[in-house]
């Protein structure tokens, strides 16, 4: 069965710290691997990973994808109040299926 | 503002109730989906209409009617459902569906409770 899996489930973190989220998948055939961040409701777009070894970046946000380990970090350093939000990871695989992890719920205090 | 909207934002439905989900995408998309979020599990895709044709559903219960009458407009009609229908259902649009790498635009969802 195809699956996502992101790690932690959740984590509280200060203004200013870096934090990792994980993003494991099993996926047959494996096409794309993209991030979102859920605010309140909408999830909102932050990158596209098709290819191995090439970081993504936008501010103080970046991701990675490894194919061979089958899997994606996102990295926000310097973390701040407004980057509370869960972040969610899916994968497309060649079946036309956008697979979605359960999620990171991220919490920064002040 | 994703260029997708939904409503309502809130829905309390009674059992027998019969109630419709709402979703416009301001894109020029050509694909929408719904898909339904429950608490602390993975968003769970219920039906994908490709200019206007259905083209995945997703073995839910017909007490979920999907319509597109257009490329630009989704409904859910919602009828008998039960109290683990709960969730926050989510709209979706894309440029078009063929799992090529497609980014998905989201609605800011409907959150469904049923009583």
């Known amino acids: 069965e195809d699956k996502v899996v992101q790690s932690p489930l959740s984590l509280v973190v200060h203004e200013g710290d870096t934090v990792t989220l994980n993003c494991s998948y099993e996926?047959?055939?494996?096409?794309?691997l993209l991030w979102y961040k859920q605010e309140k409701k909408a999830p909102t777009f932050l990158f596209m990973l098709?290819?191995?070894?090439i970081e993504k970046k936008s501010g103080r946000l970046s991701s990675i994808l490894d194919k061979k380990e089958l899997f994606s970090i996102l990295n926000i350093t310097a973390t701040q109040t407004g980057d509370s939000a869960v972040y969610l990871c899916a994968v497309w695989w060649y079946g036309n299926k956008l697979v979605f992890g359960a999620g990171t719920i991220l919490r920064v205090k002040s | 503002e994703t260029g997708v909207t939904q409503t309502p934002r809130h829905l309390v439905m009674g059992m027998t109730n019969k109630k419709s989900l709402k979703c416009e995408q301001h894109l020029g998309h050509n694909a929408m989906y719904w898909y339904k979020q429950s608490a602390k599990k993975p968003l769970e895709l219920m039906f994908v209409y490709n200019f206007k044709e259905q083209t995945e559903n997703n073995s839910v219960p017909s007490r979920f009617s999907p319509e597109c009458p257009n490329s630009s407009h989704l409904f859910l009609h919602l009828h008998t459902l039960q109290p683990e229908d709960s969730a926050l259902y989510l709209c979706?649009?894309?440029?078009?569906?063929?799992?090529?790498?497609?980014?998905?635009?989201f609605g800011s969802g409907t959150q469904l409770s049923v009583l």
């Open positions: 996926v047959t055939n494996f096409r794309s």
């Open positions: 979706a649009s894309s440029q078009r569906y063929y799992g090529t790498n497609e980014k998905l635009f």
């Open positions: 098709t290819s191995s070894g």
